[in-house]
């Protein structure tokens, strides 16, 4: 079915590369490089013993995010957000991403009345940060959670189940899953997909470039989507084993 | 099927009543106030002969929008933007999301090198602002279109098809079509989904509140979403037709 | 003595027709739309049970005004303020004004230690969006007194006297009452004036446009303003009354 | 008619002294130190050779106005503007004020294509800065046309008349001329006036601080104004003879 | 050894006329303007009865400052940074640097709970005004300390030395004291020395314009700083002693 | 004369280990991560075909340095300087001094009318970052002159010398070489000394911490920094080699 020759020799429903670094910097409760070829991301997970103004009091926690992209992380160099004195729309969009996808499998309630910052920098890019984010994230968190546990700070984790995330989108009529970065820059549809370790949707982004997309081919995609997302279930599972 | 009554009665697959109201102000070339049940957004679209650096020489033309919402819109005052210096990453998210759709059903060579800016600011919130926005705006730029051949400045209409968009949501077990405020609070999945007059996908952004949702409950939603577009569709015909 | 045809017909001594219209939106405790002929304000009064630092302990409440356009209000489409990041220094100048006139009419300590937030939007500009938004500002100040009152919170109105405002100016040697667009921009001179119900002064804002204007020009459209501001004042009290 | 005691023992109708040093810094090919009584504002004209935007092209110039406090000109250090990140409502409502009252004495064709740039800086404050400002202003403009005829870039000077401002109010009463700054912080009605050197009107401001003000009191400003103004004119001349 | 002539004929070794006058503006604990020839700056300190957030509770005092350009100080208008928005990096490094150079000769915990500010404002620029500003700072924080002392808050002075800064740098491979504008344009090495009253470094800032400089260069500056500094620290005790 | 002992037993003349990786990005013409000890930067250099605006038309080039630190490079998780909005004081003075740095061995006009923008991130911070953020960008910078070379953009090499820092300082009484974070911390005196291959000093500021220091101790400081960054330039020369 797939007629799109893909750069690199990839079938059309393979993953790239997945590499998963736990304790990558040595500050942080959680350090993580996540790489899907050659997209990296370091992804840092800081615990706060305080919550944001709308959960003082409620005794639940907080789990947020914030996503930032290196100038040079790119093939042409891109401003550094901090000298333009503003995050873009873009990188507001993808960390409230993050954010929500990671508290979906958060008992709040059960990590207390304290925070976890996600932190996800792109040291390279090549396609798919923001799925990579994701991915390196929910372990950055285990290992946060982990150490909290192992401070006697909390008697049981409050994650509730995996969360990975992988793109998918259709190029030249060919459904393909884990889009590189040229793939992306000519597809016609797009989408992001989050799910959970027990397969639950957390988050369904799809755009269409240029053409609408069908039914049909949503249905191909969200397939490529289910079958990437274990994988990289398994992928977490495995660093975190180590 | 339907086991939540919503406040209104409504049917779970019913619209809340709709109105387009063209004309509404003077000045722009498409003005439009929309309302979905008490959410009331007003739509301008004002053509400028010049298009954004990434465009100029190219021979096509652009279509973008932004978004806003009065501070007294909600049923609690929230921070003016402008005198807060900045918009949220959710304004930028909405307005992004509404510049997209509408390219989508637009030929921007046929456009030519110039801007057609769809300002979607909203007086009143209950829940379906964007999708409000959404429908409202493409009446607007329809509008704007008209204006153009009207002056001669083109000769056939660059837009392809029309375009409108929804939310779904399962509040309490039950898909809904078309959430208002307090149901849109309370729901466990809500997904904005924006498709064109014939029947295809543009955007679709599901998110999770809680817990994960199954593909079976997605495919539902996007049953209420297809009937609610198809009226949507037609509500813009009618009022085009005017 | 008119020797300038006003493009209306309107005579040099007549407003244009006024409208005030209550319970234009639903949730803001005072919401009025005020027309000036073609230009139209949404004024909104938020109550809110706490004052800003300079009145904490102070036993005395505040009224505060924000203004804002939308950005296709105008005859050309200018800038969103919240994407520019900061509100332009006309803005303020007239977000102060609205403030200082309503604050006139109030007796601070009898409102208590809460506040009153009147935000003006203007969707359609056709000249004196400041003088009609403080008209307007005031009706929509008397709707959320009334609201305390019938909550109980308030036993007697700290509202002294009514306030409303209009703009005179002098064109081709003219003076004229409430200057619509085109005469606002080619006037010698243009003045805004707040006075309240009993004739007293609030506010005096006069302005020579290239030449220098004598104290016999400044009686002329001071009685004009006299004038028009007594009728305003009758056409709120006849709002109220409804 | 005055019952308030002026604590330096002042006339109800006197002027603080008025100095105006010409030269007081060396770059700036005007600069002026101005004082009125302890309030003293550092006037600086720079010539520029461009123009703004809206005037390119036009064959006239412009002139223009900023306008700040330095942190510890007042009794309480104030924000630093530039440290805070922005200037507030009441600096560039003075600053505008400051650069209409210029314009309005100018022949800004006569100028020619180029544009004169006031700064005025409050080195210490006491009441009436900003019209200290636009007496000083007017001064250093002057010798800026001066310089720019010594250059032999202008044949005829582009300055129509001089101008200079006042402040008046009423102060338990009692209407008093330049008021200081504990009679501005506790006065009834405050007025600031511009006027030309041939006694024209050029900008009116006044305001009332809790009570409104009556007609009669308005007229008993305005002559206290014109007094006041004629004596500044006077300053001003004589500081441009030496 | 000089083998370049200063255009004012001063020795490459001396400092240009230095005035240190005290008392220049009313308001402020301290008020000092600093002349080091035509660079003129204003140093204010003021005195707050509170410390930053690092400091509460901590029973020790801070000494901080902030410094400022007018526009026209220079020989071309520079931008008011008020009016841009935000401070330039090097309005920041340098007022960073005053405020280290000041609390190196504070015991801050004799000072006690409460914050010196000093605001160091250029009235006229012509090279040296960093260092202008730090020896008029500390007479500004000596003149503060004085009214503390004066009011009964503290009982001996927190001051441990005095502290004065001068710049040096080669010009033509000559070494010269206190380098004026043009000599600051044109240098190779350029170094800002800040020493305290005993002779001790407190900060040194030495930058190479081009080439490089050697250990022999190095050494050469320095002994013209210490010189300078020595007279710089008699000038401030002279002030004082008035 | 070392009686500081050191956390680590190195000696008070030892440099931590030194990695320096070329190619650790693939996007960048220079792309080096550098490591003093536990110290990572990752340091990209990009050349631009087009010079900043005070370079136009000069027939020179441009090279620039941007500096940031990721939240969680530190101990304790630090503000994203993008999400506040604005770069602080510290990272500004940084980034001017790489710059600077880099700009001293590069011969601008054998460069041509082109730019090369350093992006110095830290990775992972334990003292030092802005001493190895020097050192790697020279490396990176001379991989992008390389790679400008390869392309046949230039014919020979602008750059004139090596550039490396390193930070001295004195710690408890003892003077020692290449400080780490908690060394950097509690010492008396610190500073950064920036020098060439050849030994000639390019950038030197040092910082008094609470006392100041004698001339003998700065002496003692230099001698250090002197021998350290031979043994830097070295492990440049190496880097370079492979």
Request: aromatic fraction near 4%.
């Amino acid at each position: 079915m797939s007629h799109f020759q893909r750069g690199d020799g990839r079938a059309h429903d393979a993953l790239r590369p997945v590499s998963i670094q736990r304790g990558f910097t040595r500050h942080a409760e959680g350090s993580v490089l996540v790489s899907f070829g050659h997209t990296q991301v370091l992804c840092t997970a800081s615990v706060e013993e305080k919550v944001p103004p709308h959960k003082r009091g409620s005794g639940e926690g907080w789990v947020t995010a914030e996503y930032g992209m290196l100038p040079r992380a790119t093939h042409t160099r891109g401003d550094r957000e901090a000298a333009r004195g503003k995050q873009s729309g873009r990188t507001q969009e993808i960390q409230r991403l993050i954010g929500r996808s990671l508290r979906c499998v958060f008992d709040l309630a059960a990590l207390g009345e304290r925070s976890i910052l996600i932190d996800c920098d792109v040291l390279q890019a090549d396609g798919g940060t923001r799925t990579a984010a994701i991915t390196g994230a929910y372990v950055a968190a285990a290992d946060a959670v982990a150490w909290l546990m192992a401070q006697g700070k909390l008697q049981a984790s409050p994650i509730k189940d995996a969360v990975a995330a992988v793109s998918v989108g259709i190029v030249n009529g060919t459904p393909l899953l884990d889009l590189e970065y040229t793939e992306d820059s000519s597809c016609d549809t797009d989408m992001n997909v989050v799910m959970t370790g027990s397969g639950g949707f957390v988050e369904l982004q799809g755009t269409a470039e240029g053409a609408s997309f069908s039914r049909a081919e949503m249905d191909a995609l969200l397939a490529l989507a289910d079958k990437g997302i274990r994988e990289l279930v398994l992928a977490q599972r495995a660093a975190l084993a180590k």
